[in-house]
Nanobody, 112 residues
């Protein structure tokens, strides 16, 4: 079955960095568009970044220049490098296959 497993979340001070990973199985990963979304307490889930099978990337305006999405088709893994983190980035981060399948999420907490 399709499975997405996120890792790499944690507690970091403002200005710090984290690298999230999402390991995928059960899908033809190299031809699947992948994305990261996040949900903060009391807020709706929002799009953060996406990467197509061809490597084209898109970002939420507020993370442009700070976050980088990438993929390794040999490892069936998609990454989200997050730099210059802000308290507003605090959320549960989810990996998704274009909205069809979701992981369980990984908590990111940024302290001020």
């Amino acid at each position: 079955q399709v499975q997405l497993v996120e890792s790499g979340g944690g507690l970091v001070q403002a200005g710090g960095s984290l690298r999230l990973s999402c390991a995928a199985s059960g899908i033809p990963f190299s031809i699947t568009d992948m994305g990261w979304w996040r949900q903060a307490p009391g807020k709706q889930r929002e799009f953060v970044a996406s990467i197509t099978s061809g490597g084209h990337t898109s970002y939420l305006y507020s993370v442009k220049g700070r976050f980088t999405i990438s993929r390794d088709n040999t490892e069936n893994t998609v990454y989200l490098q997050m730099n210059s983190l802000k308290p507003d980035d605090t959320a549960v981060y989810y990996c998704t296959t274009g909205g069809a399948t979701w992981g369980r999420g990984t908590q990111v907490t940024v302290s001020s």
